[in-house]
């Protein structure tokens, strides 16, 4: 079967630079450009009052000085937060970005978005919904379709509601390890044209039956040169990394 387009790179910063700026922020991925990155992938949700922005967990702890839920919380409450001072004191006050805030830099600056679709639980629709459609608005252009965002989840309903919405935009199924039996079915039932595993859970055999059914493939988060080299030796088409200093970015 003849594999779809697939205009994205063979390496993607991992939220920004991996592990060396505070994850998910225009610092993150101003440090990953830095390093000769030009694609990253971000984790987008919404808001209590429906703004896209720039959040891993469904909650502020882990990477912010704010407490509580994200979907809690309104985009005013959220914009105050210091997203930075969790990671190093260099980074103190850096705030949360919006998606909309994220995509000019990148259209701005030739950087490419795996765009995450990250719903808070019981938002899984809405979420998928609203990043397809803000994308749209922001990659419509003639000029930005080199830039085209790939959309991806864990949410096979995210994954459907960002299809309905605006299903130009190109799609893969994200996995956990272990990879599931119908890992196939899933990207399948969402028009995806790439899996995107838990590299850990890929063999060789797994990316030849990817391909042969038409599926492009991606994984996550291979931090080692020589597990990198394996991986692309086997036909894996994208490598997500957190090791943006140690592993060079590949167009």
Known sequence: MNLPAWPYPKTIAHRGAGKLAPENTLAAIRHGVSLGYR???IDVKLSGDGTLLLMHDDTTN???DGRGRVAAKTWHQLALLDAGSW???AYAGEPIPTYWRVAKYCIAN???LNTEIKPCIGRERETGAAVSLETQALFSAPEHAHLKPLLSSFSTESLIA???AAPEFDRAHLFE???PSDWL???QAVGAIAMDANWRTLTK???AEAHANGLRVACYTCNDPTDAERLWSWGVDTLITDAVDKIAFRP
């Open 39 to 41: 694609a990253t992938e």
């Open 62 to 64: 882990r990477c912010s």
């Open 87 to 89: 990671h190093s004191p």
């Open 110 to 112: 030739g950087v490419q």
């Open 162 to 164: 960002a299809r309905d």
């Open 177 to 179: 390890n272990p990879l």
């Open 185 to 187: 079915a899933r990207c």
């Open 205 to 207: 055999a797994i990316v």
